[in-house]
């Protein structure tokens, strides 16, 4: 037995990256299935909300919607709310209750086609050993999306004395100097930032020309980035409102 926990010689039917909700119930229909699979997960099973969610955190989404497939929701609170950790143990109990082949600690670092394209080579790594090899015919990746937090590049204009710190890192408030607390909520489809940043730049050059200052500024290149990206900075503002509300929602009922 190797140690990603599978007989290097067997061809799998499949290979699942990651021990997450999406890993976890594609495991489970294979299962159903009578498929031979495995599981990889880098880390430990919900590994995304055990590494990047903070203390006080809570799902936005009520307990009877996280559940997985063939496996309901049964506690007292369905409309209640879980901590990480809840949902996690949630995630465990499915683990142990199908017998999902999950083996935790273990990073895939490539997944290759065989020459014969019979195949895939799944190479896998665990901390301070050699790599090991799955062969399986099929590979879902299901290792997430979120896992390199986005900054935007102007963060670095923003003075030293001014502490920033991603939602990714965060922990607790009890992190955090004394004073007041910005909370910034990107767009994650922003405006083309050529197109902005060439719009601004015309703006403010023409609201020289044409004797425009002080607080008339704004309402003037507002209504020039409107014409001038065709409404796409309306309906980017729109989107940002929207968001701006549901994380103000998140924030009240934390
Ligand atoms: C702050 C925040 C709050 C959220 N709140 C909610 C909420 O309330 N309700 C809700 O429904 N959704 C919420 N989401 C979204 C939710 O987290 C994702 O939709 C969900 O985690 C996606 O599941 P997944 O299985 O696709 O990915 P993930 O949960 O990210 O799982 C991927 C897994 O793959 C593993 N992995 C990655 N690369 C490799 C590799 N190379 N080898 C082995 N393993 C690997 C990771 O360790 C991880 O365990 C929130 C997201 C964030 C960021």
Redesign the pocket.
């Known amino acids: 037995m190797m140690n990603n926990g599978v007989d290097g010689m067997t061809i799998l039917d499949t290979v699942i990256?990651?021990?997450?909700?999406?890993?976890l119930g594609v495991s489970y229909y294979l299962h159903r299935d009578r498929r031979q699979q495995v599981v990889?997960?880098?880390?430990r099973i919900?590994?995304?909300?055990l590494a990047?969610?903070w203390d006080s955190f809570k799902?936005?989404?009520p307990n009877f919607m996280?559940a997985l497939p063939g496996f309901p929701y049964k506690g007292p609170d369905p409309d209640g709310f879980w901590r990480q950790d809840e949902l996690v143990h949630y995630f465990q109990q499915y683990v142990e209750y199908f017998q999902l082949p999950v083996r935790t600690g273990?990073?895939?670092v490539s997944v290759e086609r065989a020459m014969d394209e019979s195949h895939f080579i799944v190479t896998t790594r665990v901390d301070g050993q050699e790599e090991e090899f799955v062969l399986s015919r099929s590979v879902v990746i299901?290792?997430?999306i979120?896992?390199t937090p986005r900054i935007p590049p102007h963060h670095s204009l923003i003075p030293d004395t001014i502490t920033q710190m991603h939602?990714a890192s965060y922990r607790s408030a009890a992190e955090l100097p004394p004073g007041a607390v910005v909370v910034a909520n990107p767009l994650d489809e922003q405006m083309d930032p050529d197109l902005h940043e060439r719009v601004l730049r015309d703006g403010l050059a023409a609201a020289t020309v044409e004797g425009i200052s002080g607080r008339d500024v704004t309402p003037f290149l507002l209504e020039r980035f409107h014409t001038h990206t065709d409404g796409e900075s309306l309906r980017a503002n729109v989107r940002l409102v929207l968001r701006n509300a549901a994380l103000a929602a998140e924030i009240a009922a934390a």
Do not use: D, K, P, Y
């Open positions: 990256v990651g021990a997450g909700q999406a890993g990889l997960e880098r880390g919900g590994e995304s909300w990047q969610r799902l936005n989404t996280n273990i990073m895939v299901a290792a997430g979120q896992h939602t």
